[in-house]
């Protein structure tokens, strides 16, 4: 048997079927579909070495993942059958058998339960839980992984999200077209969230890292392809998605240590993402609505061009200035003083970064080493340091070791220059 099946499988089809018997169960029962499609898996994996692997294995989990269902729907009926009544007067609700695995409803349940666990109730980070284990079929290992902490806090956090589900009885279904347009904010919020964790990413993980940022464009696909969600702001966060994910494979070397955009090599870029992501961008423009996406794509967009062209920076100057404007982030401003240092000069650039003072994030102090490279190679050299300081991940060390390295020897040469003239 092909060991890589199973887990395979559990990535593809646990999502599915969990959302489905979410979606029938309703949100009171979210943990019960949980168990339910986890003990599917763990029958397959009990059976299948010693009986061999079924003729359509999807086929199998599925048929297995019903009958569970059923004993289960079929227990419930018989607690309000037979004891509930003795505490309640009111009749007991019918139970629907039928469990619907079919390809379309099983795309209608996962759009119906994105937007249930982004419901404005659930807090940003257990959102972000609950699209990782039930919409992306994620262990809690690899969220714990994901988040950088333990899996008792991730357990935790899960819990009180299903428990806030269940209390305020938030049900599983696409939200009417007045209350769209809110919903789905928060919903493109959560998505933009769960690229940028695997993006952005601290772990050393790196398929965890790009297997975030391919479910939250899976999800965002599911929006695209239905008719009430296919948005402009939908299209351009897809859009910034495929832009910076065409640079996956040459932002980190083989030792996992960071790799500069100046320093990165753009034939290995995947180029057929980027003409994906000029094609959600051009669907994007349709609306009358500039969203943060818009513009966050547009400088991804540009990013794309490895050219060093001033037209290049002014541009992308210009788009930082309006994506403040809109939303104003340090982090966006931060990213901003690297193209106005490309566009205006580091003298300029360096002014701008210090005011904001970010003082406990490394790439604040990464960027400002940069930029005092050429002017001033003792205040380089102080600011790589407190990056070396701050860095969370041995990788991103070494990476700001090099950094110290370099301007140190930088240092020594003009020394040594200047005493021999």
């Not at 169960?25 to 168990?35: R, T, W, Y």
């Not at 794509?297 to 490895?306: D, E, G, V």
Request: aromatic share 10%; proline share 4%.
């Amino acid at each position: 048997m092909n060991p890589d099946l199973i887990p395979h499988l559990f990535r593809s089809e646990f999502r599915k079927i969990s959302s489905v018997l979410g979606k029938h169960f309703g949100s009171e029962h979210l943990q019960a579909a949980e168990d339910i499609t986890s003990e599917t898996f763990l029958l397959a994996l009990e059976t299948w070495p010693y009986k061999g692997i079924p003729d359509n294995p999807t086929a199998w989990l599925y048929t297995v993942a019903k009958n569970k269902a059923r004993n289960y729907l079929i227990r419930s009926q018989l607690f309000d059958d037979k004891i509930a009544p003795s505490f309640r007067a009111s009749a007991p609700k019918s139970v629907n058998f039928d469990i619907d695995l079919s390809e379309q409803n099983i795309a209608d349940s996962q759009l119906q339960m994105l937007f249930a666990i982004c419901h404005p109730a659930i807090p940003t980070e257990a959102q972000i839980g609950l699209a990782l284990r039930i919409l992306c079929g994620f262990g809690i290992e690899e969220i714990a992984s994901a988040f950088l902490t333990q899996k008792e806090t991730i357990n935790k956090r899960l819990f009180r999200a299903k428990e806030k589900l269940r209390q305020d009885k938030i049900k599983i279904e696409f939200p009417g077209s007045a209350e769209i347009d809110s919903r789905l904010e928060t919903v493109l919020k959560t998505l933009y969230l769960l690229f940028n964790e695997g993006y952005y990413s601290e772990t050393n993980n790196s398929i965890i890292r790009e297997d975030l940022c391919l479910e939250a464009m899976r999800l965002a696909i599911l929006l695209i392809e239905n008719e009430q969600t296919n948005l402009p702001e939908v299209n351009a966060l897809l859009a910034l998605m495929c832009f910076q994910s065409s640079r996956f494979p040459t932002r980190r070397d083989k030792q996992g240590e960071l790799v500069l955009y100046q320093d990165q090599d753009e034939s290995r870029w995947n180029h057929e993402m980027i003409a994906k992501g000029v094609h959600y961008l051009q669907l994007a423009s349709g609306g009358t609505k500039l969203s943060r996406y818009h513009l966050e794509a547009s400088i991804a967009y540009w990013h794309t061009h490895k050219q060093d062209t001033q037209e290049k920076w002014e541009m992308i100057l210009s788009l930082y200035n309006k994506l403040l404007i809109i939303e104003y982030s340090p982090i966006a401003a931060l990213n901003r003083t690297y193209a106005l240092a490309k566009a205006n000069g580091k003298a300029e650039a360096i002014r701008e970064a210090e005011k904001l003072a970010l003082t406990d994030n490394p790439y604040y102090f990464a960027l400002l080493g940069e930029l005092y490279k050429e002017s001033d190679i003792i205040k380089s050299k102080q600011n790589f340091q407190r990056a070396f300081e701050l860095a969370k991940t041995q990788p991103d060390k070494h990476a700001m070791a090099k950094k110290l390295k370099n301007v140190t020897d930088d240092e020594l040469h003009t020394k040594l220059y200047s005493s021999n003239t």
